[in-house]
């Protein structure tokens, strides 16, 4: 088998997963940041160096990227979806070949590495095993594709491999004491039969008359919460589509019918919507047919929507080409040529109300275009084009506004509003110590829990006996921890849920079994906890390298 899957992997290792390369590639935005460019000013670029590597370089992130989904697609079976995962795993993956260095992990073997290949689910047949079947329909499958970089499977799975030997040295044989291994297993295995009781903070509605002096106090204590981020002063000049629409101009029949053809659900749609609509069929009768909807009906509509696309990437090449010109010719803001340049285009400056950077997804104005407004450089006042509803957009910063406090007066409404907000759920809390001070009572005096409850307003829901492990999915998981704590007849202090309920919780029975070693949880329960006793010492080492990592050269 060994010497198989050496053979199959020198002769197809560096096509393994081309199929998932669309999937790679896509996943590669999220590890390349700005790359400087005609409009960026390359001297502003600084390395961030980490463990030798540069993370603000395109090219060093680009590798570490395809790097670190590979890697993700062979362990899980699953790319890398989200900046977030990268910004996690790649100065993790980084970290961990940087110690496999440091402890002198060499590159595994061919046997070794074939051992290793024969551990990844993503080659398991149905039966969970690795399945030479699997192996072969992965590579058959991948060796068309001449884009997927030559070697980085088995680089990865190298690197997979040394990262795993670290793991394995670092995090130490996992200790558990058979004590905890065993209140683990009771913790699971202990049944529970009980009773919730709720009241929704939404039907929770006291008077509130706030005087003012409580106000001002409100606003003096709570002052900084009203504070008005820096906001970036600007304007902006617009290259509308429709400025540049040559209505002399024409296009071939081949142009127009390509363009049909890929926007087709577009135009019959709008086609449609515009015929009157036929009468409903007399009952018994089948409804006709619609008649198919051809170039023919819509080749006009065709030819406007053709040309304005078309004017559409004019209006982004003058865009383009503008801000090109201002890097260029280090046009000044302001200046006599930055004005004949604004004449030359037949564009005027747009004013722009000023913004904070929350405020850059509120703006009819593209969000990444306000958005980059606050890293341009100090040298550079403009950003570049961006795409509108109706052209390209170029802004200019003009200034900023530093951050301010309004007075009371100007944000009177809004601290009223949050006065009223932490009263109301301060007084939410207080009668929910009230409530179970009445539960108690009553439960006390001999009352039914649910008698109790519905007595005084609440929504009771009951729960048949279960053990922890499988309760019911309708139970609130706070109710359910709330329960691990209260011995049989007793009820909980009132919890807030993530709902806005404010819940009590009475355990009727619970029932904590006792658990020798020869118990079969209890042997899970002792793997479990060693594993996870494994994987928090590696953490916390991977986490100290890269708290580290900026000061190794």
């Known amino acids: 088998m060994i010497s198989w899957i050496q053979h199959h992997l020198i002769r197809h290792g560096r096509w393994i ?62 790319p890398i979806v989200s900046d977030q995962q990268y910004q996690v795993q790649l100065p993790q993956r980084i970290a961990m070949l940087f110690l496999a260095g440091q402890l002198g992990i ?31 329909n992965v590579t058959d499958n991948l060796e068309s594709n001449p884009e997927f970089p030559r070697g980085l499977f088995v680089t990865v799975l190298e690197e997979d491999y040394r990262i795993d030997q670290v793991r394995a040295v670092v995090s130490g044989p996992g200790f558990v004491l058979p004590a905890e291994a065993r209140v683990q297993t009771q913790r699971n295995q202990t049944s529970y039969k009980l009773s919730t009781a709720s009241l929704a903070y939404s039907t929770f509605s006291p008077e509130l008359a706030p005087a003012e002096a409580d106000l001002k106090a409100y606003y003096e204590t709570n002052k900084q919460s009203y504070e008005i981020p820096v906001r970036v002063k600007s304007e902006y000049v617009l290259f509308k589509s429709e400025a540049y629409l040559d ?22 749609s709008e086609y449609e919507a515009k015929q009157p609509q036929a009468e409903p069929a007399a009952e018994g009768e089948a409804a006709p047919e619609k008649a198919a909807v051809t170039y023919e009906n819509v080749k006009d509509a065709v030819a406007q ?45 747009q004013a722009v109300e000023p913004f904070t ?62 006065y009223k907000a932490d009263e109301k ?10 409530l179970k001070d009445e539960l108690d009572t009553q439960l006390s005096a001999g009352k039914s829990f649910k008698e109790a409850a519905e007595g005084l307003g609440l929504q009771v829901q009951s729960f048949d006996r279960f053990e922890f492990t499988e309760a019911p999915a309708e139970l609130n998981r706070s109710a359910l921890d709330q329960a691990q704590n209260l011995e049989a007849g007793a009820v909980s202090s009132m919890i807030s849920t993530q709902d806005d309920l404010g819940l009590f919780v009475f355990v ?3 029932i904590v079994p006792e658990i020798t070693d020869e118990n079969e949880d209890f042997a899970q329960a002792e793997q ?26």
């Open 357 to 418: 950077q929350a405020d850059t997804a509120q703006r009819n104005l593209p969000a990444e275009m306000l958005t980059e407004a606050f890293s341009l450089p100090s040298n550079r006042y403009y950003t570049s084009a961006y795409p509108t509803a109706d052209g390209y957009a170029v802004l200019f910063r003009t200034g900023t506004i530093p951050a301010e406090i309004p007075p009371f007066e100007v944000v009177a409404a809004e601290v009223t509003t949050a």
């Open 425 to 434: 759920r301060k007084l939410f809390n207080d009668n929910g110590l009230r």
């Open 106 to 136: 060499p590159t595994p073997t061919q046997e070794e590495l074939s051992e290793y290949i024969q551990t990844k689910p993503i080659f398991f047949g149905p039966d969970g095993q690795f399945s030479r079947d699997t192996f072969t």
């Open 17 to 78: 997963f081309i199929t998932l390369l669309v999937i790679i590639v896509v996943a590669f935005v999220f590890t390349i940041g700005n790359t400087p460019g005609c409009t960026t000013n390359r001297s502003t670029y600084q390395a961030q160096n980490f463990f030798g590597y540069d993370l603000n370089s395109p090219r060093d992130r680009q590798i570490l990227g395809q790097k670190v989904n590979l890697s993700s697609i062979i362990n899980t079976g699953r």
């Open 508 to 510: 009727e029975e619970k």
């Open 305 to 349: 929507d053709y040309a304005l696309v078309q004017a559409a990437k004019t209006a982004n090449n003058a865009a383009q080409a503008f801000a090109l010109t201002l890097y260029n010719d280090f046009i000044e803001q302001d200046s006599e040529a930055f004005k004949a340049l604004l004449a030359e285009y037949k564009v005027s400056l």
């Open 528 to 553: 479990w906890l060693s594993q996870l006793s494994q994987y928090i010492s590696a953490t916390a080492l991977s986490s100290e390298l890269m708290s580290q990592g900026t000061e190794v050269e």
């Open 247 to 268: 209505s002399s101009k024409t296009y071939d029949e081949s142009e127009l019918r390509d363009h049909f053809i890929a926007n087709r659900a577009r135009f019959v």
